[in-house]
């Protein structure tokens, strides 16, 4: 989410000084590589690169391919492969084990739909949505089709006449799948001169409700803004919650315990966490939040002051479900420190969303990344 933000600001910069660009976006992996589908790079005509298709390796030659797109208008499709760990074709030896497909086109500052724009429109509010963009290998020295589509809201938004009405159709058959499941996917349009069409869900960052605004949790809002994670701070001490302390907080909110949770909107890529060192404050907190089923609530502190919250919470009459409910939060690394600690709790969250059981990636079977 990141890169994305990042690859919009570059952007803009690149439209107010009139400097031509070109996006560079991975649409397909075969096998093992450091980015996977969806990773994005924007190369300028002087050649400055913001976001990454890879650790490093490609970037070079994409940037010189890149130029060329952009100095032709013409969209192009590069395959690198990377499965010869000999290779020395793109100045290192890779080894990744992996075919790579990078898609470059051009960027339209007058096109008001063009890659860049949709991904705006993505990103503009807390709605997930689908980019559609389709490219052929078969065909892959022509210029490609590119990304024209933004499903949102049961509406497409982009440019659905420049596509052939032979695939306008069964790729709207398809988006309503990955809307309900938030997921990206590729698939493989044979009837249609070997189309492939990358659907990739663009959802909203996460988003961190924050309750406490003590020291120990600085650093949580500075990795959060790291991640591209947004973050709502709600805490009742107005000397505490400040914009100085935590200048990187999309939202401050100075309220009591009994207010603390009204006018929040969360949604499903919304997560809490407790870290007030304040038991009464908690409990209201808690009790406030428990209707809107948040996929993941935190609590700092040892587990036996969880279970007196829920005690306490169950004595009112009041059920209170805990598969959601995470204390202590963070994931066991071993964290001293509340800048440890926040990597701890970060980690955990980033797991709980992608529905991950955390272990040693050298335990794993088979490659890093599932197909998507």
Partial sequence: ?????????????????????????????????????????????DGELTGAISGGCLEGDALRKAQTVIFQQKSMLVSYDTTDEDDQKYGVGLGCNGIIQVLIEPLDFKDEFNPVELLKIALNDRITSVLVTSFSLKNARAEQIGTRLLWKENKIIGKP??????????????????????????????????????????????????????????????????????????DGRKNHATTQRFPTATTIIIEPADRAVAGLNPDKNTVALLMTHNFEYESAVLEGLLPFSLPYIGILGPKKKTDKLIERLESKGIKVPTENIYAPIGLDIGAEGSQEIALSALAEIKAVLAKKSPDFLRNKLGPIHEDR
């Avoid at 120990?216 to 709502?232: M, N, Q, R, Y």
């Fill in 1 to 45: 989410m990141k890169d994305l933000q990042q690859i919009i600001t570059a952007y803009q910069n690149c439209k107010t000084g009139k400097q031509k660009a070109a996006l560079a976006t991975v649409v397909k992996v075969d096998g093992s590589a450091y980015r996977r589908p969806g990773a994005r790079m924007l190369v300028t005509e």
């Fill in 161 to 234: 006449e420049s596509l052939d009405p032979l695939l306008l159709g069964p790729i709207q058959k398809d988006l309503q799948n990955n809307i309900e499941n938030q997921t990206s996917t590729l698939k493989q349009y044979f009837d249609l001169e070997e189309i492939w069409v990358f659907f990739e869900a663009i959802t909203p960052p996460i988003r961190i409700i924050l309750f406490g605004a003590g020291n120990d949790t600085i650093p949580v809002a500075k990795l959060a803004s790291l991640l591209g994670w947004e973050l709502t701070l709600i």
